[in-house]
């Protein structure tokens, strides 16, 4: 099947977007540094913020979200969100690989 992508986006509560990407931004060295990453980039559009994040597989999104950094950040971010965070994750269809 190939690699796999992730979206996440956040919608931080009004006057808590530094805070949000303040967590953001820590989790992308940690992550970045996983086996099983291959992509993990943060961007934002108008205050809301969107991780888009490529694995090797399924197994390496479980090994992600099992490591001290994601946990860590899952709940610190929380109260921070006007609304749960939205996470969408595809498998390749037509991709230029680079």
Do not use: W
């Not at 399924?58 to 490591?67: F, L, V």
């Amino acid at each position: 099947m190939g690699h796999l992508a992730v979206i996440a986006a956040f919608e931080p509560k009004p006057g808590r977007n530094d805070e949000v990407c303040a967590i953001l931004q820590a989790m992308v060295e940690p992550t970045r540094a996983e086996p099983g990453c291959l992509q993990y980039d943060l961007y934002e559009s108008n205050g809301r913020f969107v991780l888009f994040e490529r694995y090797e597989d399924h197994d390496a999104i479980g090994a992600h979200q099992e490591t001290d950094h994601y946990i860590s950040y899952r709940s610190a971010i929380a109260d921070l969100l006007a609304e749960p965070v939205s996470v969408t994750v595809a498998g390749p269809v037509d991709v230029a690989h680079t």
